[in-house]
């Protein structure tokens, strides 16, 4: 059974380094906003091993005009639990998590080869594509999430 709760920024980036940057210095998986009090990291454990993060950045942005506006950034799951849901669970629980109290936009970037999975948690897709240097092609994607409370 796959559990979902709060991490620390470190274990975050130590997974994240493993399976999206492992070619990379570890620098480099360590994203502006990590260490932000407003920025939300889950990890998904499978009998108390971390198997998956994500993370949730707090942005200000010009490019979506409303608040407030969260970057989904670095899911990453472990090759041996893909397939299986955890990915979805991740991002299930952090936008019920971070619309508890009002209404959020969450946007991130994801990989070209992610954009269907995406598209089946909800996300729309804008075409501009981005080349991220060292990573590859991605795609801008988006989903407004409503509380229903207000």
């Not at 502006?32 to 198997?51: C, P, Q, R, S, W």
């Not at 608040?67 to 936008?95: A, H, M, Q």
């Not at 598209?119 to 060292?134: D, E, R, S």
Request: aromatic letters at 10%.
């Amino acid at each position: 059974m796959i559990q979902i709760k709060k991490i620390s920024a470190d274990e975050a980036i130590d997974l994240r380094h493993q399976i999206l940057r492992m070619n990379l210095p570890k620098k480099e998986s360590i994203f502006e906003g990590d260490y932000d009090k407003t920025t939300l990291h889950l990890g998904a454990f499978h009998k108390n091993i971390l198997v998956g993060v994500i993370t949730f950045h707090k942005k200000e942005t010009e490019a979506f005009k409303v608040n407030p506006v969260y970057r989904l950034t670095g899911l990453s799951v472990d090759e041996t639990f893909r397939g299986k849901g955890i990915g979805s669970k991740l991002i299930e629980k952090g936008l019920s998590i971070l619309s508890e109290k009002q209404s959020i936009f969450v946007w991130c970037f994801a990989r070209d080869t992610a954009i269907d999975f995406y598209k089946k948690n909800g996300f729309l897709l804008k075409i501009q594509q981005v080349i991220i240097p060292n990573i590859g092609s991605h795609r801008i994607m988006f989903k407004f999430v409503k509380n229903l409370e207000n």
